[in-house]
């Protein structure tokens, strides 16, 4: 799964945080519901806008950015 074909960063929305396809849904939103104990499911039916392949972009970024930042450390 390639992420970068999915999270967008663009400087004039939602304070230029990665989004979802130009949605202004962020990753950070996605991590969020997830962690709070929210299905893949539960999750799509409330936002039909987004499909799997969109949560899983979410988990792909955010494991690239913990690869990334450990590296730096």
């Given at each position: 799964?390639?992420?970068?074909?999915?999270?967008?960063?663009?400087?004039?929305?939602?304070?230029?945080?990665?989004?979802?396809?130009?949605?202004?849904?962020?990753?950070?939103?996605?991590?969020?519901?997830?962690?709070?104990?929210?299905g893949?499911?539960?999750?799509?039916?409330?936002?039909?806008?987004?499909?799997?392949?969109?949560?899983?972009?979410c988990?792909?970024?955010?494991?690239?950015?913990?690869?990334?930042?450990?590296?730096?450390?």
């Open positions: 799964m390639d992420y970068r074909d999915i999270i967008t960063l663009e400087s004039g929305k939602r304070g230029g945080k990665p989004c979802i396809r130009g949605l202004r849904i962020t990753v950070y939103d996605v991590l969020g519901w997830l962690a709070d104990g929210m893949e499911a539960e999750i799509l039916e409330d936002f039909p806008e987004l499909e799997e392949k969109d949560i899983r972009a988990l792909a970024f955010a494991a690239n950015r913990e690869h990334c930042l450990s590296a730096i450390l």
